[in-house]
């Protein structure tokens, strides 16, 4: 089966690698023995110019029947891109992610440039470092964030502090600019984030402080990785600013607007807290 040839999200070719089918089985939680049989059903359905995609998809519905919660893990990159189709749940999730770590945070605002107004998506101070973070959302996993996206947002990082440099309510404070998007950047937008002083996250980079790393070493999952919530309900509670599994453990009151019944409202209960255990 080494030997067998896929086709990648980007249209690039490889030789299929058991190992990262392991790997990435391991990180979701799933049983040795679990592992080993989708390991086994995968290898015997394979066949030359099959797509990354329906492998995963595969996966994905054998390590459901096993258990919902190692499918959420697993299915992390496809339930954040579920955040969509528009980019503003993407911007409450990351908002939700740096409010958790401490970070006084603004969704959504309209701020004033020595130049001109600019919308800024996320907003995240803390102690004397405020951050103006832009957030780049892709729903098809071959998109990246080219150069343009970082070379757009230094301009206007830089507009908003010129002016509020010379304000006195921010005087206490140094700025940054910060830019995250749910796929990858190109390697010409990495170079030059790193050379004007742009903070850049994105699925995989940086190495250790990716978005990824981000959401499984905190346990910070999107609901939209719950796989026992229905599609219509998960919109429900995305529209209520309910992004992060954690938020409905610890307020699980929140799922009284879906009208599910008890015994339901449990499964996904226990399935979020599995989740959002570290």
């Known amino acids: 089966m080494k030997?067998?040839?896929?086709?990648?999200?980007?249209?690039?070719k490889e030789f299929f690698d058991p190992e990262k089918l392991v790997s990435s089985l391991k990180k979701s939680g799933a049983e040795p023995n679990v592992i080993n049989q989708i390991l086994q059903d995968i290898e015997s359905w394979l066949f030359t110019g099959i797509s990354t995609k329906e492998i995963y998809k595969k996966a994905f519905s054998l390590l459901k029947k096993s258990k919902y919660s190692s499918a959420a893990r697993y299915s992390l990159k496809k339930a954040i891109m579920e955040l969509g189709p528009s980019g503003f749940p993407f911007e409450q999730f990351i908002g939700?992610?740096?409010r958790y770590q401490g970070f006084d945070v603004k969704v959504g605002q309209t701020v004033e440039g020595q130049c001109i107004t600019h919308e800024v998506d996320v907003i995240a101070t803390s102690n004397n470092k405020q951050y103006l973070v832009e957030c780049k959302f892709y729903n098809t996993q071959g998109k990246f964030a080219n150069v343009h996206v970082p070379l757009y947002i230094h301009s206007r990082v830089n507009d908003?502090?010129?002016k509020r440099s010379g304000l006195p309510e921010f005087k206490d404070l140094n700025f940054y600019g910060w830019i995250v998007t749910n796929t990858r950047f190109t390697s010409d937008a990495e170079a030059y984030g790193k050379c004007a002083g742009l903070q850049l996250m994105s699925w995989d980079f940086p190495a250790g402080h990716s978005l990824k790393n981000m959401v499984e070493k905190n346990g910070f999952y999107p609901i939209t990785a719950l796989s026992s919530l229905e599609k219509f309900h998960k919109q429900l509670l995305i529209s209520r600013e309910i992004v992060l599994c954690r938020q409905i453990v610890e307020s699980p009151k929140v799922l009284d607007i879906t009208g599910m019944k008890p015994n339901k409202i449990k499964k996904v209960l226990e399935e979020a807290t599995e989740l959002c255990e570290i």
Do not use: E, P
């Not at 030997?3 to 690039?12: A, E, F, L, W």
């Open 160 to 162: 908003i502090i010129r």
């Open 3 to 12: 030997n067998t040839i896929v086709v990648k999200s980007t249209g690039d």
């Open 96 to 98: 939700a992610l740096l």
